[in-house]
């Protein structure tokens, strides 16, 4: 796809166009404070920077195959062979299980994509695609945060939700955004002595973070006694790992009508040196069984949800001497939801030439992923997404 033919997907010649990336128009969906059926966000970041020519596979492109002959993915109807997806790119064998949601229009991939930093550190670049503000290490409010804000600020326990052992830099900011580890944290089966114990351990804590953090998590944990979660079960087809964990209890967020509007989750053990098609078969499997039996789970509340899985940059796209990659720069980011028109593989695909590469070795990048993020959020939430990443416009 060309860039004229991406610019047709927004549904306009330019970035101001009314239609989002994926082109749905904006305004499908308007948030009413407090119904707890509006539209969601859902964040799911690989941490580690998976392997996007895999997941996306050029297979058209002679040089993929001529700079990894041990690590490609094969062509459609070959042994291990790719998912044709248009003729040009496969889906990764082990995601089968999200085939059907693209064929069914319900999945998108936008190829080519990532922050223009040139970082190849995985910090650096995780905090500048959480901050939306690559090359600024001053900054340390989350874009999520700002689109909570955007929305009208928190309004309730549940609104903005980190599924995380700790508080993601991406949910960092004024508003107030629960982050547990995971849902049975907050002692759903608790009675009132474990809930005074929890009262007592921060009846006391001065107006820190910390402090915050626990009143919110009593908060919450209230709010659980009182049985607006206790009595909405996930689906029982999830894997074992962490996807496995924490999308089933975001699926019972949305489906308790609690509030949730943002969500976050992420996964790690994507920084394939060595050893990567063994390693990519195993975790790619797991991300595409549980966002598919995420999606599943949800049911009718799959149309207001929309899903944007991203990793903080690509890998070389020439193999190295183990069996891996190494860290790279461009990437493909997925849009999966009810309302997304998909079954396309978006993005202006820059190709595998030498003289194409980024530094002679890397994807390039073609669509910043801000872009994708602010016009997939604008389409669905239908505001607030001028509001994401400060000076930056949408479009390029």
């Excluded at 040139?118 to 959480?130: K, L, N, V």
């Excluded at 006391?204 to 915050?212: P, Q």
């Excluded at 924490?246 to 790690?268: E, H, N, W, Y």
Aim: charged share 20%.
């Amino acid at each position: 796809m060309n860039r004229r033919e991406f610019l047709a997907c927004c549904g306009a010649a330019g970035a101001a166009s009314a239609a989002g990336m994926l082109g749905w128009p904006r305004g499908t969906w308007a948030w009413a404070a407090g119904d707890g059926e509006g539209p969601a966000v859902v964040v799911v970041f690989l941490r580690g920077a998976v392997d996007g020519l895999s997941v996306v596979v050029p297979y058209a492109e002679r040089r993929y195959y001529d700079l990894r002959p041990t690590v490609a993915v094969a062509q459609p109807g070959k042994p291990g062979g790719a998912i044709d997806l248009d003729g040009r790119f496969g889906l990764h064998p082990a995601l089968e299980p999200l085939a059907r949601w693209y064929r069914d229009g319900r999945l998108a991939f936008v190829h080519a994509t990532g922050s223009p930093d040139p970082t190849r550190s995985h910090f650096d670049a995780q905090d500048y695609m959480e901050t939306g503000v690559p090359g600024d290490k001053s900054v340390r409010e989350g874009w999520l945060n700002r689109g909570l804000a955007a929305l009208g600020g928190s309004q309730g326990t549940f609104d903005g939700v980190a599924l995380s052992p700790v508080q993601p830099v991406i949910t960092g900011g004024s508003q107030a955004m629960l982050c547990v580890p995971e849902l049975r944290a907050l002692r759903l089966d608790a009675g009132k002595q474990a809930s005074r114990s929890f009262e007592e351990m921060y009846a006391g804590a001065v107006r820190t973070v910390l402090g915050e953090a626990g009143r919110e998590a009593f908060t919450a944990l209230s709010e659980v006694q009182r049985g607006r979660l206790a009595a909405v079960k996930p689906a029982e087809n999830y894997p074992k790992g962490r996807l496995g964990t924490s999308l089933p209890d975001i699926s019972r967020l949305l489906k308790a009508g609690v509030g949730t509007r943002l969500a976050f989750t992420d996964a790690g053990g994507w920084d394939t040196h060595g050893r990567q098609s063994a390693t990519l078969e195993t975790r790619l499997r797991e991300l595409g069984t549980a966002l598919s039996a995420f999606a599943a789970d949800l049911g009718p509340h799959f149309d207001r949800t929309l899903v944007l899985v991203m990793s903080e940059f690509g890998r070389t796209v020439a193999e190295n001497g183990t069996g891996g990659t190494d860290h790279g720069h461009g990437n493909a980011m997925w849009v999966l939801g009810g309302k997304v028109r998909g079954g396309r593989v978006l993005g202006d695909w820059p190709g595998l030439d030498e003289s194409a590469l980024y530094e002679g070795r890397d994807l390039a990048i073609t669509t910043d992923f801000r872009t994708v993020a602010a016009e997939a959020w604008g389409g669905h939430m239908g505001s607030g997404h001028d509001k994401l990443f400060p000076g930056f416009k949408s479009g390029k």
